[in-house]
């Protein structure tokens, strides 16, 4: 008769300290209702423990970061993130040169200058935004000799957080400065408004914006700016 299969063992200590009696870590009440340690192993789910509390993490924190880890999309692990970017086009009058050359293509009839982002704190503890930068990726600039164009109706820019583009260049960051509260589990709405040169042009930027406390940021998808310049 053959040797029976060797199976192997995994032995783990699991003390008074480690049972329903100790005190909870963050977050952890909700995941052990729901069946978490079982549904894991009491083993698997005795590590993670451990591992919390020596980086006084929440579990929500640890499942956030494995789930960004395994489909590849790290940025999206922190506390902190951009959870939705919306534009808010205004229509521009249909101009081009005096002699009609170099004419605006459908899409550039509207002008994307003004953004409204959402901010969502995954976090148990405020976060003060502070710091931003918008990051261009490419740059297009088509300057007009005579007639430039003009944006209708205008739009009310009080309260907008303004972002120069003159002179903008690929690659160059463009700081700004943001003064936002999030809430715990909360969510914060901001609105970007990116404006430039008054002489008659159209800018094309592509690019990202970056915006956090200091120490954490959060990044949005690339997006693209159409702003337009008017010689009056």
Request: net charge negative; charged share 20%; aromatic share 6%.
């Amino acid at each position: 008769m053959g040797s029976s299969r060797q199976v192997p063992l995994v032995a783990i200590s699991l003390d008074d300290g480690d049972q329903e009696d100790s005190a909870k870590v963050p977050s952890a009440e909700f995941y052990d209702f729901v069946g978490f340690r079982e549904a894991i192993s009491p083993v698997l789910h005795h590590a993670v423990r451990q591992y919390l509390t020596q980086q006084h993490m929440t579990m929500t924190q640890l499942n956030r970061r494995a789930l960004a880890t395994f489909i590849a999309r790290p940025e999206l692990a922190g506390d902190l993130m951009i959870s939705n970017l919306a534009v808010i086009p205004q229509p521009v009058n249909e101009k081009s040169n005096a002699d009609r050359s170099n004419p605006l293509s459908d899409r550039d009839r509207n002008e994307q200058a003004t953004f409204r982002l959402t901010l969502f704190n995954c976090s148990s503890n405020p976060v003060d935004v502070t710091h931003g930068e918008f990051v261009p990726e490419s740059v297009e600039v088509r300057d007009y000799d005579e007639v430039g164009t003009k944006v209708m109706p205008g739009m009310d820019h009080k309260g907008h957080v303004p972002i120069n583009l003159d002179g903008v260049k690929a690659e160059s960051a463009i700081p700004l400065t943001l003064k936002i509260t999030i809430p715990p589990l909360a969510a914060a709405n901001v609105t970007i408004w990116f404006r430039g040169t008054n002489k008659p042009s159209l800018t094309k930027v592509r690019g990202q914006l970056r915006l956090g406390d200091g120490t954490e940021s959060a990044l949005s998808e690339a997006f693209t700016v159409i702003m337009h310049g008017d010689s009056q």
